[in-house]
């Protein structure tokens, strides 16, 4: 019986067990579920509810909407249909104001020319969608909200170099920072700039209540409001039993950009896998369709084939993201003390050695995990991959299974009668984990494989989608782990800062709110790191820049695999859709419209 057999009946097997145990409990049948939602894709606009509601497919299901308390793109994507930051970055990293009424500028008198302050000019008549007003009171709260350290925010590492924001009147508000900083246009811009009610959240901030600031009712200036979220459904699609949720927002009537959103109901569907998600936008048929699907993690191949069909149109979004493995400094299962921590990890710790460590990056074939990726995805070598002004000319990172079996012998693992190395009779073997998607788990079997052929066994773990951007990714339960990062804005020097010491998740803080993935921690990066953030003149940054990406290379902690390409598939009834690299999809979907295929 095939894997994917296999899954299927157990899934099916579950249901039934669900459907059994429903009609044990009480005298009476449970209620029938609510029929799933199919969109009927319009074949010309309209002025009816049916065209004027937007479907959106996504795989996995937002957990909260809080924009700063999240690094998952399930939970921020969503969120921006609420909140909206002062400006945000076009694919051309050109500020687009939003709430604020200009971009600021040395000529206007609102940037300092040595870049250590920056005034917004705020919107005015602008509301949040319960008729509050918005104000520079939000903006200066809102940076209060995400540097306070009992919220642990996501986004503060972007703002640690803000002294202070001053609100100078109600339309006027002045961020001061502590040193000269080049990259000012990433404070309150993208997704890590949404802007926060202070009528809102003001006594989350005040308890110190991280959790219920998470999960408090969404509230934003965005284009749409939250309705509700319906009870899951469970329905057979495309010989796949596939349980489903479905998030509907509306358009907020207090949108401060007249004349918009064009759509009057926005349809989040999810639960589905990438390729069904694909082929709902792609390849709509008789079972369902959608307007729009994002982070379609299919095969190219598959991908490629759909879009050939004709309903609709394959986007690949190229920018700062990197496909890496992560290698785990730090011992995930210690004799004493928490796992994964730098104080229960001996000496003798077998990722505690770099040729380990470079023998696995050695031993990976990477070309041939670059075709299992979406159209436009590419290999690279580095961590620090766009602009393509901080690209590292450093030598590519090359598959040499010879040379890494030669540094596993140095470094005194040696073959045992079985293939397996061992060193002092214990047996070279590690655990990988991977969330539950096609293509990374076809990655984690290709490392398997590479990394069998030079003697070391790996242990495959599965994550669920739902665990893989929360505390699971930081927890870090395995010895390697594969995921998507890269930086939120045009200055890597935020994404850079993920390897500070400081960043390093610990169990005592519940893992929350520190992306040193490998728990790395060099203090001459960290010296560097900062010398960085100091620098006023471009073209030393730059090379400062490089000199880091270099470093985390040099260490071996991460392998990165692929720069990978955003995919997402739309409707060729849709138009306006202009994606960009620095925020999520629907930063602009007030301008999306329906119209003529």
């Known amino acids: 019986m095939s894997v994917h057999h296999r899954c299927l009946m157990q899934r099916i097997a579950a249901f039934l067990a669900t459907l059994l145990l429903l009609s044990a409990c009480g005298g009476q049948a449970a209620p029938p579920a609510p029929p799933p939602v199919v969109t009927t894709m319009p074949t010309a606009s309209g002025d009816d509810d049916a065209a004027r509601t937007l479907t959106i497919i996504s795989t996995t299901a937002p957990k909260q909407f809080n924009p700063h308390l999240t690094s998952a793109s399930r939970d921020f994507a969503v969120a921006r249909l609420i909140y909206e930051p002062l400006a945000s970055l076009d694919r051309d990293a050109q500020l687009v104001p939003i709430l604020a009424r200009e971009v600021p500028s040395v000529a206007a008198g ?83 700039g949404s802007i926060l009610p202070a009528h809102r959240f003001a006594a989350y901030l ?40 479905r998030f509907i927002f509306d358009a907020n009537p207090s949108y401060h950009q007249p004349g918009k959103p064009w759509f009057r109901h926005i349809v989040l569907r999810t639960g589905f896998t990438a390729d069904e998600a694909a082929r709902l936008v792609l390849a709509p048929n008789m079972t369902g369709s959608a307007d729009y699907a994002w982070s379609l993690a299919s095969s190219r191949e598959f991908l490629t084939e759909l879009a050939g069909r004709g309903s609709g149109t394959l986007l690949a979004n190229l920018g700062p993201f990197v496909e890496r493995i992560a290698l785990n400094l730090t ?219 270099d470093m985390i290379m040099d260490s071996a902690v991460v392998v990165p695999l692929v720069r990978r390409a955003d995919p997402s598939a739309v409707s060729r009834t849709i138009t306006g859709v202009d994606l960009t690299p620095w925020d999520a999809d629907l930063w602009n979907v007030q301008d999306w419209r329906r119209v003529a295929p």
């Open 206 to 245: 005040a308890a110190g209540d991280r959790d219920g600031a998470a999960q408090a009712e969404p509230l934003g200036t965005g284009p749409y409001r939250f309705r509700e979220r319906r009870a899951a459904e469970t329905l057979f699609f495309a010989q796949e039993l596939v349980t489903t949720e």
């Open 110 to 192: 609102t940037l300092d020319p040595d870049y250590r302050w920056v005034i917004w000019r705020l919107k005015s008549g602008v509301a949040w969608s319960d008729g509050a007003p918005f104000s520079a009171d939000d903006v200066r709260f809102t940076f209060q909200f995400l540097t306070d350290e009992a919220m642990k925010s996501d986004s503060q590492p972007t703002y640690g170099d803000v002294q202070s924001v001053e609100v100078i009147d109600p339309l006027t508000v002045r961020v001061n920072f502590n040193k000269p900083v080049l990259n000012w246009n990433q404070i309150f811009t993208g997704f890590r």
């Open 331 to 549: 011992d995930p299962t210690p004799r004493t003390g928490p796992p994964s921590s730098p104080e229960s990890t001996t000496a003798g710790y077998v990722l505690a050695d770099v040729r380990v460590r470079q023998a696995i990056a050695l031993a990976i074939d990477r070309a041939r995990i670059l075709t299992l990726f979406p159209p436009g995805s590419e290999l690279t070598s580095n961590i620090v991959v766009y602009p393509e002004r901080f690209h590292s000319m450093r030598p590519e990172l090359s598959y040499d299974p010879a040379r890494a079996a030669a540094l596993l012998d140095e470094a005194g693992w040696l073959a045992g009668v079985d293939g397996v190395r061992r060193r002092d009779g214990v047996p070279l073997r590690l655990t990988f984990q991977v969330n539950e998607s096609g293509v990374r788990l076809a990655t984690q079997q290709i490392v398997v494989e590479s990394l069998r052929a030079i003697g070391i066994q790996v242990d495959a773990i599965v994550v669920p989608p739902r665990l893989s951007y929360s505390s699971e990714i930081r927890r870090f339960a395995a010895h390697l782990e594969q995921f998507n990062w890269g930086s939120t804005g045009p200055d890597p020097i935020g994404l850079l800062a993920d390897w500070t010491c400081d960043e390093i998740p610990r169990e005592a803080d519940g893992w929350a709110g520190a992306n040193n993935f490998s728990r790395y921690c060099d203090p001459r990066f960290d010296e560097l790191l900062r010398t960085a953030r100091a620098e006023a003149d471009p073209e030393q940054r730059r090379q400062l820049i490089i000199a880091l990406n």
